[in-house]
């Protein structure tokens, strides 16, 4: 099992920025890659990053590429987003999740957390 808690929401104003944690505990070898899903109220949850646990490949969908960063600290267990020119429309509960796949699908993730809310004021 992979336990997975997500920090660092909050209230913003358009333009600001934020920088969500997820720590990962358990058996984290078991880890392929980690990704951020967020669900907009009223909207489905979508793919928002991801990365490979371990190295350098990144993935991002097209509406925060540019603005979010995905990295992490391997060493701490920690995966972050950084979330840079924020919108209105990019408020949301923030997941994170671990899967077995680099890719945009939640199918590939096992392992989620329980969410933190983002909320950008324009």
């Known amino acids: 099992q992979v336990q997975l808690v997500e920090s660092g929401g909050g209230l913003v104003q358009a333009g600001g920025s934020l920088r969500l944690s997820c720590a990962a505990s358990g058996r984290t070898f078991n880890i392929y890659a980690m990704g951020w899903f967020r669900q907009a109220p009223g909207k489905e949850r979508e793919f928002v990053a991801a990365?490979?646990?371990?190295?350098?490949?990144?993935y991002y969908a097209d509406s925060v590429k540019g603005r979010f960063t995905i990295s992490r600290d391997n060493a701490k267990n920690t995966v972050y987003l950084q979330m840079n020119g924020l919108k209105p429309e990019d408020t949301a509960v923030y997941y994170c999740?671990?899967?077995?796949?680099?890719?945009?699908?939640?199918?590939?993730?096992?392992?989620w957390g329980q969410g933190t809310q983002v909320i950008v004021s324009s």
């Open positions: 999740a671990a899967g077995d796949l680099l890719v945009a699908g939640e199918g590939a993730y096992s392992y």
């Open positions: 990365t490979k646990w371990s190295g350098d490949n990144t």
